[in-house]
């Protein structure tokens, strides 16, 4: 039914649709099968991008720093920027256009004007060539992405690149499908007493307003990009408010965004870049304003809460955190069970919305092959599997990364400080820095491991931005499910975990995890990282949940942000 | 894929789901293709029906007046109920149970516990037992609407019965599409690294949580059905809470849903029935609650609009009123446009949220063949038709039916108090009653027809609840639809009307009501209705102005009633 949606594009716009029809009809069929797919390639690996892109992408970082971005946007008022990156500890030194919101909303109003006239699949295809465009620039932004949020490069390149990519690409599929269930036009006659009635209707999909793209600091593009694909696949505007200490990323995106829009004659205000200080704080006059009908919102509990509780007569989409847990009752094998929670906690050091943090273990051990582990030793155990990532610093670096900010490492100081004064708990492996080998400045920090008692929910049960692994013995397997299963309701959870060789078990406690809203992953380990969510296959926050309101992606996630306006007219009786 | 859903239903329950499986293929056939069906017959002719049905559907609802309505739910603090037949004015002396919230939320919560693992198609089924069940005792409806909102004999066995059901069924249809875009299982596989990781994932439709159905007093059925059926078939409850002047309506569909859910083995607090006075209403208390999840308003402006300006957390679906108006610029035929509008205008005595209201005239008066007419005596001709219907008490009867509350007889008196001594403003046909042939005590009013200036938007600008026709004169036809188009965006419109024979100027003027959200019904004449929507079909409220947020229906009415909550365990690799 591809053709529906062809009207007045333009013979170039014709083939911007046929250069990505297949990329749309893949992603479309993969939402649909949830099976594994990608366009883009998720490894940095040079056998797949050539010699050159690497350097080229890091030249092209570096030749940004200490100077303005420039974004020809709207209402630019003065030019701010005080990111620092976490491996250098230096500033990168550049600003960005700092513009007035009643500039940028009324620029997104009138650009939507125009773009509210253009076919979807045309809408569709401009979102999948900026895709494109910023997966060509992916060297580039896995620099930007390392140095203002500390990832890894590895996984800047694939987590903040390919992969974030296809969660906007999945977005746009879910648009595509449910702009296409409102069908363009329909004949409908039946009889009225003894007259045959005939009307021709128009069905018109028509966006619902300006929507405002509110981003995190550690992990900006894998949100934002479903959002910002979503609003203008659906005939919206995106304006994108960067987390103040991680503008770059998302600078670079909508000057993309910018780019692609303009190349193809329609208004770059389309997506506008909202800048703004810790200090002086923007959201909430976008927000304010009744042109905004739409804000995507990706950050604290704090102020995602705050918006559930106060925002009315737009729609909002949340993702905060939650407090993600695993539950240990039995294993087939003790070090790759260990392992696997060991490499996620680590990875990025803890400091994704997927990270595990408390781990229930049942009083009577965890059961292995070899005999029941106490708690405390399982403790140990994932204590060693940390060291053993720690002491290679290249393994290190690659899973860990850099820490973000001091307020993580002021949380590890704390408990480091209290923990030891309380009775049972009993920390097993010290949270220490290691050495990064590239940047003797960076900011790292391991996992701490401690056994804390079922009792001091004040400790394990509040989501600790930093990486910390709390074991907690429960009375028995059930009980840790219920701990595990209420700490997801109360708290919210993003992704929990459960271990167990006992079928009956799983199946039983399946149900739990299913009330409680939290997604689940069973028995994982080995080389993909337990936390690991796939675009097109996971879904990813259940809306159940204290972690946010929003899934990447479902209809949900689309189906509200445009409308429909008929129109009908007498038609002919056959 | 209808295999999907076969999970745990018993062989009596297949059996349903095969009862109803062709209404509910032909259901989404019809979404899809937008063409006129319905498994239903809306005449209630004896021809249809046989004899019988319709004197057994009266004794069924006399049987009915001056006792309880019993109905066996939790928490019964009394019984109460002060219904006024609009036909007889004396009280319908039915009482209804009255619960206290609490215990209907707690019931509800409950009930869902066990329905929420109840294979969706079976649940969808239940409902379509409902719609069937209720449609066989419509005869018994059709008076219980008559007695409690005034409706027509004919409307109220059609537009409250057929047209109201197939809304129902519409909304199940839409919930059948999004559901089964969750796929239930997946393999997924992909390489990391040398290694083959392969998951199998299970994806769960999990519901919201209770729903509260507030519904209006003059045509309840209509908007209680989609959100009730969108509801249950989600796997949600659904408290439903009538207009305590119309209770029997809601009071029976509760009944025979509880039957429904009771006969195949469900609990059948899925459904209650949330029975409040004007004196003490209730339904705040139950949003209030954090168990009420999902809130569907039908009802006033200015409840509605509180509801929109004080909801969070929870889904909140509004329809209120709009101000409706009609453009006419040219006519083929100026008796057929005219009877056209006053027949609309007369339907129900204009109690309706699709009747027209203000009708916009440009200043050089309307184009016919036999040349232009001026405002004021196109106003006359309205009047003259309105009239004709009037006249004759048998079609007065079936068209105008009687008005609900004394509340539009208080605006019929205050118009014609006020109007005569405004300036410009000229009254070319007086409200008054018509007497109706077989209720002699019936409250009945024929339209008041007045021309009124431009400049008087306090008047015609104003939603009057009240058989009330103003038309207003512009400069000219552009200037008309602008009128139109402003009011619509400020006020909120549900059905707008445009007369032209030039497809030029209608052409111009589709964009202007596409951008104020506003459904236009163009040159429509004749048996039908112009303002007959139909489900199926007719998209009814954009939600992109004050009017309402929520479409009958589309994959927004439905797609966050449900959540999606996955598990994942490793599979085998092939």
Redesign the interface.
């Given at each position: 039914m591809a053709t529906r949606f062809r009207t007045g594009a333009d013979s170039r716009l014709e083939k911007l649709i046929e250069t990505h029809r297949a990329t749309l009809d893949d992603a479309i069929a993969a939402v649909?099968?949830?099976?594994?797919w990608s366009p883009f390639a998720d490894s940095p690996s040079t056998k797949i991008h050539g010699a050159e892109k690497p350097a080229a992408g890091k030249a092209a970082f570096e030749a940004r720093l200490g100077r303005r971005f420039e974004l020809d946007q709207p209402g630019i008022v003065d030019w701010i920027g005080t990111e620092t990156s976490p491996y250098t500890r230096e500033p990168l030194g550049i600003t960005y256009p700092r513009s007035a919101p009643d500039a940028l909303i009324a620029a997104a109003a009138a650009a939507m004007?125009g773009w509210r006239?253009v076919d979807p699949d045309v809408r569709i295809a401009i979102c999948l060539e900026m895709a494109r465009r910023i997966y060509d620039r992916n060297f580039e932004m896995a620099q930007a992405v390392m140095h203002v949020a500390g990832q890894s490069y590895v996984q800047a390149f694939s987590g903040s690149g390919p992969n974030a990519l296809d969660r906007g690409i999945e977005a746009l599929a879910y648009a595509a499908?449910?702009m296409r269930?409102?069908?363009p036009h329909?004949?409908?006659?039946?009889p009225?007493?003894?007259?045959m009635?005939s009307?021709e209707?128009r069905?018109?999909v028509?966006p619902?307003g300006v929507g405002l793209v509110i981003c995190c600091a550690s992990f900006p593009t894998w949100n934002a990009y479903p959002a910002i694909f979503a609003n203008l696949a659906t005939g919206n505007a995106a304006i994108v408010k960067p987390h103040p200490i991680a503008i770059l990323p998302m600078a670079i995106a909508v000057e993309i965004a910018r780019e692609t829009l303009s190349d193809h004659g329609f208004d770059p205000n389309l997506a506008t870049l909202a800048v703004d200080s810790i200090e002086e704080p923007v959201a909430q006059a976008y927000i304010d304003d009744p042109a905004i009908q739409i804000v995507d919102f990706t950050g604290s509990p704090r102020y995602g809460s705050y918006l559930?509780?106060?925002?009315?007569?737009k729609l909002l989409f949340t993702e905060t955190a939650g407090l993600n847990s695993v539950v240990v009752e039995s294993v087939e094998d003790l070090s790759q069970t260990a392992r696997a929670i060991a490499r996620s906690a680590s990875l990025f050091s803890a400091q994704m919305c997927t990270s595990p943090q408390t781990i229930f273990v049942p009083s009577s051990g965890v059961r292995t092959p070899e005999g029941s582990i106490s708690a405390v030793d399982f403790a140990r155990v994932l204590g060693a599997e940390i060291d053993a990532i720690a002491e290679d610093a290249a393994t290190a670096a690659g899973i860990m990364g850099a820490i973000q900010g001091d307020v993580s490492i002021d949380v590890i100081e704390a408990l480091r400080e209290k923990l030891p004064g309380i009775p049972g708990v009993e920390i097993v492996r010290d949270a220490v820095p290691y050495a990064h080998p590239d940047y003797p400045d960076a900011r790292t920090m391991t996992a701490l491991v401690a056994k804390v008692p079922a009792d001091l929910a004040d400790i394990y049960a509040e989501e600790q931005f930093a990486p910390v692994l709390f074991v907690v013995e429960t009375p028995d397997a059930d009980e840790a499910v219920k701990f595990a299963t209420s700490l997801a309701k109360e708290k919210g959870a993003i992704s929990s975990y459960l271990y167990s060789v006992d079928p009956e078990f799983?199946d039983a406690s399946?149900?739990s995890?299913?009330?409680a809203?939290?997604?689940?992953?069973?028995?994982?380990?080995?080389?993909?990282w337990i936390n690991f969510a796939?675009a097109y296959?996971?879904?990813h926050v259940?809306?159940?949940n204290p972690a946010g309101n929003a899934?990447l992606a479902?209809?949900?996630f689309v189906?509200?942000r445009f409308?429909?306006?008929?129109?009908?007219?007498?038609g002919k009786t056959a």
């Open positions: 649909e099968s949830r099976a594994s004007d006239h499908k449910a269930d409102v069908r329909a004949r409908w006659t039946r009225f007493g003894r007259d009635v009307l209707k069905y018109t028509v619902r559930e509780r106060t925002v009315t007569g799983v399946l149900d995890y299913t009330a809203g939290a997604n689940l992953s069973v028995n994982l380990h080995g080389t993909m796939a296959s996971d879904y259940t809306g159940l899934c479902d209809l949900a189906a509200s409308r429909i306006v008929q129109s009908r007219w007498p």
